[in-house]
């Protein structure tokens, strides 16, 4: 079992910056990959960013350059930067665990950013 506790949303200008941190409840050095998604209203929930053991990393094509995706294992704690934001970028954030099979969720951070 693996919780998530995401933390760092908010309202923003366009431009701005906002920075996400999700605490797991466990190790995450055996959890891989790690992950944000994000859902915007009437539309599915879609892959941001993943994060492996070994740290690499992979972006949806939309976030690309805007993003970073980092995790601290001594923390527990995967981070989420997020610049340049844009009014599309605007939706509830999902932090993500995959462990042995299994895929964990968190609660949901909601982010708006107004023109």
């Known amino acids: 079992q693996v919780q998530l506790v995401e933390s760092g949303g908010g309202l923003v200008q366009a431009g701005g910056s906002l920075r996400f941190s999700c605490a797991a409840s466990r190790s995450i050095y055996g959890i891989n990959p790690m992950g944000w998604y994000r859902q915007a209203p009437g539309k599915q929930r879609e892959l941001v960013a993943i994060i492996t053991s070994d740290h690499s990393t992979n972006y949806a094509d939309s976030v690309k350059g805007r993003f970073t995706i980092s995790r601290d294992n001594a923390k527990n704690t995967v981070y989420l930067q997020m610049n340049s934001l844009k009014p599309e970028d605007t939706a509830v954030y999902y932090c993500?665990?995959?462990?042995?099979?299994?895929?964990?969720w968190g609660q949901g951070t909601q982010v708006t950013v107004s023109s």
């Open positions: 993500n665990a995959n462990r042995l099979g299994l895929s964990y």
